[in-house]
Nanobody, 124 residues
Framework: QVQLVESGGGLVQPGGSLRLSCAAS????????IGWFRQAPGKEREGVSC????????SYLEDVKGRFTMSNDKRKNMVYLQMNSLKPEDTAVYYC?????????????????WGPGTQVTVSS
């Protein structure tokens, strides 16, 4: 099974930045699509961003556009989510999700492999 481990979460002041990392136990990143999801207590899970390595397509949740940037390092099998200008509304557990390329970004939640998550708390 694919194993994912997120890191980089923590407590940050509003307006601050964090970079989340996801280590994936895969051999060929090009054959996978990767996304970040988040879930706050009492709220529904939502997709944050997604990269389709099969075609280079990248998408973001409307609320994080211009603030978050997702990227991946194929050599290191790492996925990143750079989060800038953080808001209290960004507080959530963030999850890395990965699936073979046949499953696209809009299908990752149902068919992807999930990491255990990392807590991001934005508070003054």
């Amino acid at each position: 099974q694919v194993q994912l481990v997120e890191s980089g979460g923590g407590l940050v002041q509003p307006g601050g930045s964090l970079r989340l990392s996801c280590a994936a136990s895969i051999f060929k990143f090009d054959y996978y699509n990767i996304g970040w999801f988040r879930q706050a207590p009492g709220k529904e899970r939502e997709g944050v961003s997604c990269i389709q390595n099969s075609d280079g397509f990248t998408s973001y949740l409307e609320d994080v556009k211009g603030r978050f940037t997702m990227s991946n390092d194929k050599r290191k099998n790492m996925v990143y989510l750079q989060m800038n200008s953080l808001k209290p509304e960004d507080t959530a557990v963030y999850y890395c999700v990965i699936a073979p390329f046949r499953w696209k970004c809009n299908e990752l939640a149902d068919f992807g492999s999930w990491g255990p998550g990392t807590q991001v708390t934005v508070s003054s």
